[in-house]
Nanobody, 127 residues
Framework: QVQLVESGGGSVQSGGSLRLSCAAS????????VGWLRQAPGKGREGVATIDSSGITNYEDSVTGRFTISRDNAKKMIYLQMSSLKPEDTAMYYCAVKGLYYSGGRYFCGPNEYNYWGQGTQVTVSS
């Protein structure tokens, strides 16, 4: 059974930092695309960052330069280091995994849907 468990959320002031962690179990972790997504109150879920099995990362424009996604395949953990937090970063943050997408002769994090989700961890940034 696949399980993703997030931790590390909390309340911080604007400009502060948090590190989110996600523990994965029950899947062949290293061969998946993993990502962090968030959902703010009254808004849809949006992708924040992804990392593929080669360690290639992608970020949503608003977090580029402030957030860093990483993974430890041996420990089956993914992380989201968040710095220079802003009130607009306030949201429930989820980690998720999906199969790698194949196109142009390579595998990468593509437009396919996520297969597995964690329960989320709340991040609140006050001004």
């Amino acid at each position: 059974q696949v399980q993703l468990v997030e931790s590390g959320g909390g309340s911080v002031q604007s400009g502060g930092s948090l590190r989110l962690s996600c523990a994965a179990s029950g899947l062949t972790y290293s061969t998946y695309c993993v990502g962090w997504l968030r959902q703010a109150p009254g808004k849809g879920r949006e992708g924040v960052a992804t990392i593929d099995s080669s360690g290639i990362t992608n970020y949503e424009d608003s977090v580029t330069g402030r957030f860093t996604i990483s993974r430890d395949n041996a420990k089956k953990m993914i992380y989201l280091q968040m710095s220079s937090l802003k009130p607009e970063d306030t949201a429930m943050y989820y980690c998720a995994v999906k199969g790698l997408y194949y196109s142009g002769g390579r595998y990468f994090c593509g437009p396919n849907e996520y297969n597995y989700w964690g329960q989320g961890t709340q991040v609140t940034v006050s001004s």
